[in-house]
């Protein structure tokens, strides 16, 4: 509400063989600073260019078709009519056709997460409906900047929980 930065604060566990640090709460900056904790973080930099964190709509999407189709975990994440269609790579190409013209209309479409030490984006890939995502297609750009690599699919939900975690989502295709 107020936008002010809230700290974990932990304390110092007196229990022998125990866990050496416990959460005593999360408090505010003023609150610290009133009891005597003077020397408190900066907020963590999840990039150095705020760059990073627009989807460059110029770059081809290559899929990781193995991963997302031949691994059991993952080609469960695609809805049960996908998933046993002998057209599931033509489906799943052209809905990210669908993606690309979404997110050349608007290129906020494609929501940034911070994961394994570098920003992804998360871009909605609609198998059923062209109104609804179904799937969200986790990306990154390959390390020469000429391409985004769609490594995984990810539920809505499990989506939702990872971006939320670099910043609040505005987001008109996920949501809880």
């Known amino acids: 509400m107020y936008y002010q930065p809230v700290y974990a604060?932990?304390?110092?566990?007196?229990?022998?063989d125990r866990q050496r640090w416990f959460l005593d709460?999360?408090?505010?900056?003023?609150?610290?600073?009133?009891?005597?904790?003077?020397?408190?973080?900066?907020?963590?930099?999840?990039?150095?260019?705020p760059a990073e964190l627009i989807f460059d709509t110029g770059l081809?999407?290559?899929?990781?078709?193995?991963?997302?189709?031949?691994?059991?975990?993952?080609?469960?994440?695609?809805?049960?009519?996908?998933?046993?269609?002998?057209?599931?790579v033509q489906l799943f190409d052209?809905?990210?056709r669908q993606t690309k013209r979404m997110l050349e209309a608007d290129y906020r479409t494609?929501?940034?997460?911070?994961?394994?030490?570098?920003?992804?984006?998360?871009i909605p890939v609609c198998l059923q409906n062209p109104d609804r995502a179904d799937l969200a297609l986790a990306c990154v750009k390959t390390e020469d900047g000429s391409k985004y690599l769609g490594r995984t699919c990810l539920t809505l939900k499990m989506a939702y929980h990872n971006a939320r975690l670099l910043a609040k989502i505005h987001s008109s295709w996920l949501y809880p």
Do not use: W
Request: glycine share 6%; charged share 20%; net charge negative.
């Open 9 to 16: 604060y932990f304390i110092p566990n007196l229990v022998p």
């Open 25 to 49: 709460g999360f408090y505010t900056e003023y609150h610290l600073l009133k009891s005597g904790i003077v020397n408190l973080p900066k907020r963590a930099a999840y990039v150095t260019d």
């Open 110 to 122: 494609a929501i940034p997460q911070y994961y394994n030490h570098g920003i992804q984006f998360l």
């Open 94 to 96: 052209g809905a990210l």
């Open 60 to 88: 081809d999407i290559v899929p990781q078709y193995e991963h997302i189709f031949e691994e059991t975990e993952n080609c469960q994440r695609l809805p049960e009519t996908i998933r046993g269609s002998v057209m599931k």
